[in-house]
């Protein structure tokens, strides 16, 4: 299967706790981005990545969240000292160039209890 | 930055049904334009799309023309099956092209 994974599918985690969901693109593809969905809405960007470079963040990504993608490969979104509004489907993405459609993994679904 | 308004949900539809969704975009020049569907715990799925003004993009079934005049990118079928359930959202990239805008998503039921 060539398709965007993500790992975990589902994650229930307590407030205060850490997780960290990993991302693995299409092999050929150099862009990556992460997304944000809550439910009854659209995706909502969070960052991009080319190759290993972390090029742009939203503003909707606190201090609390970090990603990163070393040697441009998979990358991991990690979220600290987690809180109940941080629940939400966190969607990766991956594209071969810009401008072009995006392929999306399945998604992470955090529950933070 | 560049944006979509999508007709808001939930429509309903009985099988063979016409179906439109209604999207209008605001965008500095011309973008390409995108329709995602989603699948009940799924991730999205390219639709269709079209990279240029009154360029038409279709897939499965499904149509979208891309009119400059009216801003609009309306997602259209002729004859629904209960198999197309799911939420689609109409999307476009923003300015740099490293981010798309999602609009909020429409959910479409068809009953048998």
């Known amino acids: 299967d060539t398709g965007v994974s993500q790992n975990p599918r589902h994650k229930i985690t307590k407030r205060g706790q850490n997780v960290t969901f990993r991302c693995d693109p299409i092999?050929?593809?150099?862009?990556l981005y992460w997304y944000r969905q809550t439910l009854g809405q659209g995706p909502e960007f969070l960052t991009y990545?080319?190759?290993?470079?972390?090029?742009?963040k939203s503003r909707l990504l606190s201090d609390r969240f970090s990603a990163e993608r070393p040697k441009g490969s998979f990358s991991t979104l990690e979220i600290q000292r987690t809180e109940q509004g941080d629940s939400a489907m966190y969607l990766c993405?991956?594209?071969?160039?810009?401008?072009?459609?995006?392929?999306f993994g399945p998604g992470t679904r955090l529950t933070v209890t | 930055g560049n944006s979509v308004t999508q007709m808001e949900g939930p429509v309903t539809l009985s099988e063979e049904a016409f179906l439109t969704i209604n999207c209008t975009y605001t965008?500095?020049?011309?973008?390409?334009l995108f329709w995602y569907v989603q699948y009940p715990g799924e991730g999205l799925q390219l639709l269709l799309k079209?990279?240029?003004?009154?360029d038409k993009g279709s897939n499965k079934g499904f149509e979208a023309t891309y009119r400059k005049e009216t801003t609009s990118f309306h997602l259209e079928k002729g004859s629904v099956q209960v198999s197309d359930s799911a939420v689609y959202f109409c999307?476009?990239?923003?300015?740099?092209?490293?981010?798309?805008?999602f609009g909020t998503g429409t959910s479409l039921t068809v009953i048998p």
């Open positions: 993405a991956s594209s071969p160039r810009v401008n072009y459609e995006q392929y």
């Open positions: 092999s050929e593809h150099n862009r």
């Open positions: 990545f080319q190759n290993e470079a972390q090029l742009e």
């Open positions: 965008a500095t020049g011309y973008p390409s």
């Open positions: 079209a990279t240029k003004a009154d």
């Open positions: 999307a476009l990239p923003q300015r740099t092209g490293n981010q798309f805008y």
